[in-house]
């Protein structure tokens, strides 16, 4: 009998060479898996089960874990308000995670003998693929013909035309990876440190005018509904609010940082959803948790954001910072208002019930009501000790 390997498809052109050079050159059986996390519309899941089978794949399945991609990552990446170096909402790499995962549950459930995917070797999601494989099923073994044979794109084509494969597989000036949480953009501009992408990379054209409000309700942290019009499935809200903005070109930013295998990269993208929503809710909670709570918040979602970034979703500590994410968002209900305009936007204020600069103690700048002059001029004393002490001890030595 041939050996069963399942291969994570997308039906470009890396997992077409594999496909069909695992089948004609190896001898598997092929079974082909696209993991869909929101970035695939049901005619494009159409067309790749298509050329999965003109490949020679013995069965094709798409696997759907949009909302368990919500569920188990947005979610807390929103409470954490992850954005990695403070610009880039870990679109495609948290989304490599939970790909991983379904793939290879699918290996183990059909008793797959091999479990293969299509990444080169000077990229993340080889990392992201090979580690989760490896963790969930070390008994399964891991093919990777496109990194191992070190493959020119000259090559995969030839060879798939070489067997009769005749799609339209010539190279394209972008590569273009969408999914729910965004869009990256990868081009020539990307590979070099003085130039940014020019208006035609993105997949997304401006064709709003002038300015919008934008309402963005949330309850305990999640997005609850979307200029007064309520969602159950956050994931649709999570559209809808990519829907709005993506044609104001919101969004739209470049992302240098540092990679899993240790060198430098950059990448375009595009995520009007994950940016406004985002920083909506981070406003919102400026608004309704407390000092300390803003800090360790703060430092809790670097690290989770850092972690699934570099392909460490399994470890142990990423579900106790999931917990204290998730028990900060008690008091993060309210409405923040948002005004649109081509390529920006404003954060207007919140409107809610927690909100702790409405409170009878006093307002900024303005009046005290919870303490008197002298309870200011006792507290400013108290405050000063350590400085006083400092300095009078400075003077005592001449200095």
Known sequence: MKEKVVLAFSGGLDTSFCAKYLSEEKGYDVYTAVANTGGFSPEELKVIETKAYKLGAVKHVTLDVTQEYYEKSIKYMVFGNVLRNGTYPISVS???????????????????????????????DQIRFDLTFDVLAPEIKILTPTRDLNLTRDYEINYLRKHGIEADFKKLEYSINKGLWGTSIGGKETLKSEQTLPEEAYPSQVTAKGTET??????????????????????????????????FGIGRDMHIGDTIIGIKGRV????????????????????????????????????????????????????????????SQRNVTGTVSVILRPYSYTL????????????DFGDYGEVNKGWTADDAKGFTKILSNPLRVYFANQKKNGK
Not at 106 to 114: L, Q, S
Not at 219 to 244: M, P, R, T, Y
Not at 278 to 284: F, G, Q, S, V
Not at 348 to 359: A, M, N, P
């Open 268 to 327: 375009g993208f595009e995520a009007a959803a994950p940016l406004l929503i985002i920083n909506a809710h981070k406003m919102l909670e400026k608004h309704t948790l407390s000092k300390w709570q803003q800090y360790w918040k703060d430092q809790i979602g670097t690290w989770y954001g850092m972690f699934l970034h570099e392909a460490q979703y399994l470890e142990p500590v990423m579900r106790d910072c999931e917990a204290m994410l998730e028990s």
């Open 348 to 359: 207007v204020g919140v409107e809610s019930s927690f909100d702790l600069v409405k409170t």
């Open 214 to 247: 934008l309402k963005l309700e949330f309850v305990e942290g999640q997005l609850h509904a979307v200029n007064g019009e309520v969602f159950a499935d956050k994931v649709l809200a999570i559209n809808k609010v990519e829907e709005i903005g993506s044609k």
């Open 94 to 124: 948290s989304e490599r995670i939970f790909q991983a995962i379904a793939i290879i549950n699918y290996a183990k459930d059909i008793k797959a003998d091999c479990v293969a995917h299509g990444s080169t070797g000077a990229g993340n």
